[in-house]
């Protein structure tokens, strides 16, 4: 099992570029998670789905676009890049039910000029 | 909306002393709690959860739902318990896809 991963693991855009986060799993979980990692600010929820064809946002999502179209895949689209979205993004996932772990990537560190 | 709160950014001990990360939580359910951790260069991995009850690497947290918190304690630490510690929240029922987490604790032990 490979886990999760994505790609790629370092990004540096230009304000108003997009560009698309990899992130998969082979671990035929059901929930997938998007967030990002800032200094002093935590982990914070960007999008999240329970299954494929199904997403949400969580309190973070503006700016980005989520799909899942299938169980392995959740893409995280930046529609156009802003300085504000340097960070490091984490995209997780988990079985479904109560009290299972949650896996991470190793992340992606994306910096917006 | 459920809120997680670690109130130290930073924690420094020395090699053996005890340390405590603190967590506090607002949620009004019964809470599914965690704590993960983040060595250097590494991703973030599960330590424990409140409902296995259990101790891993020598770290106990117990779940005080008068006090709404799950602090993260060790009684002799040690130098290769320095990393981000985050605290997080599972509301649970629809909300089982996303966690809440904390702002996080840097922990650095000092030999």
């Known amino acids: 099992n490979a886990g999760v991963t994505q790609t790629p693991k370092f990004q540096v855009l230009k304000t108003g570029q997009s560009m698309t986060l990899q992130c998969a799993q082979d671990m035929n979980h059901e929930y997938m998670s998007w967030y990002r990692q800032d200094p002093g600010m935590g982990l914070r929820l960007i999008h999240y789905?329970?299954?494929?064809?199904?997403?949400d946002q969580g309190e973070v999502p503006n700016g980005y676009n989520v799909s899942r179209s299938t169980t392995e895949d959740f893409p995280l689209r930046l529609l156009s890049a802003a300085p504000s979205q340097t960070s490091v993004y984490f995209c997780a996932s988990r079985l479904a039910g109560a009290n299972n772990e949650q896996f991470f990537g190793p992340g992606t560190r994306l910096t917006v000029l | 909306a459920q809120r997680v709160t670690q109130p130290e950014k930073l924690l420094s001990v020395f090699k053996g002393a005890p340390v405590e990360l603190k967590c506090n939580y607002s949620y009004s359910g019964s809470p599914e709690l965690f704590w993960y951790v983040q060595y250097s260069r590494q991703r973030l991995q599960l330590l424990l959860r409140?409902?296995s009850r259990e101790s891993i690497k020598g770290f106990t947290a117990d779940l005080n739902k008068g006090e709404t918190s799950f602090h993260l304690k060790k009684p002799f630490a040690q130098e290769e318990d320095s990393a981000m510690y985050y605290c997080a929240l599972n509301a649970g029922g629809t909300s089982y896809g996303k966690l809440t987490f904390g702002q996080g604790t840097i922990l650095t032990v000092h030999p």
């Open positions: 789905s329970v299954g494929a064809g199904i997403t």
């Open positions: 409140h409902i």
